[in-house]
């Protein structure tokens, strides 16, 4: 089985509150690494009620000084929404503080919605989007060596190479990875379609950098591991009715796990969560774990990062302490 690491967005849960989430996610962070985890990651959103990840560089700080040896980074950083001199010296000071285990994964999407995205960028032009390629140059340009001359530099930053990922749901990131020779990671957890397309492309168009001589891709994954089959399932319905609630336009905290979806959908909307669904694997450890070993001989992943959305914080812990000790197995 590939390396598992963790992508978290401090869930706000029915019932709860922003900085119980933020709180839980510290908790989460420090048994990650007890457990063995790779990577703890958090992800940049904006304007959802549920999801309490959005100052996104300060949460990163928070968990590596929660934790002590886990890489922690983002999951990502959506450039289009800051200047990417901005982003070098956030990063390059967690790097300062935190040498050799902060990533930086970037994204091209918003994160948000457009009134929100205007309140970010103060426009809603698609010339930041456009822009992306140039701003990651950019932003890696401030990370490196310092070069004679150079007018602006990232202090933090300058120097400290921080490692950069390129994220994405589509194959414009995946050609982006290739052609810069940066890492890969792909948003597969709400987004499978293009999953096994973009892979293929990264790989057959990577370009070989000094930093990372060999195509490396990660594979979002939404996991629950229970118990019993049927417990997992139930845990998992708190994610099905979050997707179903965008369906239909409405967001909010993550709900409480019902017994069955039955009658909460139609069948349109059954399989349109089940398509955005697609790469969940659910159930008891010996399920998740055959599961877990065909989704790594189908996309060839170098490392699988695992988000899972579960209500009851506990009942996350324990789904991400039984699958720790499944790739122990």
């Known amino acids: 089985m590939p390396p598992l690491s963790i992508l978290d967005l401090a869930p706000i849960v029915e019932g709860g509150d922003a900085g119980t989430a933020l709180r839980q996610s510290l908790r989460l962070a420090q048994h990650a690494e007890t457990l063995g985890y790779r990577r703890f990651w958090v992800a940049e959103h904006h304007n959802m009620e549920g999801v309490a990840s959005s100052a996104t560089a300060v949460l990163v700080g928070q968990l590596a000084a ?14 289009p929404n800051h200047a990417p001199l901005v982003i070098a010296e956030q990063f390059g000071t967690l790097a300062t503080l935190f040498p050799g285990r902060i990533d930086l994964g970037l994204g091209r999407a918003p994160g948000t919605d457009q009134a929100t995205m205007r309140a970010l960028r103060r426009h809603l032009s698609s010339a930041s989007e456009d822009r992306f390629p140039e701003d990651v140059l950019e932003l890696q ?4 060596p310092a070069r004679e001359g150079q007018a602006v530099r990232a202090i933090p930053g300058q120097g400290s190479e ?10 414009y990131s995946a050609q982006l990875a290739a052609y810069l020779g940066l890492p890969f990671a792909f948003a597969s957890h709400f987004a499978p379609e293009l999953l096994q397309q973009a892979l293929d492309l990264y790989r057959a168009q990577y370009r070989p950098s000094a930093a990372q001589p060999q195509p490396q891709t990660m594979v979002g994954l939404n996991v629950v591991v229970a118990d019993s089959d049927a417990e997992a399932a139930y845990l998992f319905s708190s994610l099905q009715q979050r997707f179903l609630g ?3 336009g409405q967001r909010g905290p993550l709900p409480r796990p019902v017994d069955s979806m039955d009658g909460r959908w139609n069948e349109a909307e059954k399989a349109g969560v089940a398509r955005m669904l697609a790469e969940s694997i659910v159930g008891s450890p010996l399920t998740v774990r055959a599961a877990l070993r065909a989704t790594q001989a189908r996309t060839g992943a170098d490392e699988f990062i695992v988000a899972c959305a579960v209500h009851d914080a506990d009942a996350r812990l324990r789904s991400y302490e039984l699958l720790a000790r499944l790739s122990q197995d």
């Open 141 to 144: 340009a401030y990370l490196a």
């Open 246 to 248: 965008m369906q239909r």
């Open 162 to 171: 921080v490692p950069i990922w390129l994220l994405g749901s589509s194959l």
């Open 66 to 79: 929660a934790t002590q040896r886990i890489r922690v980074g983002s999951g990502g950083i959506m450039l």
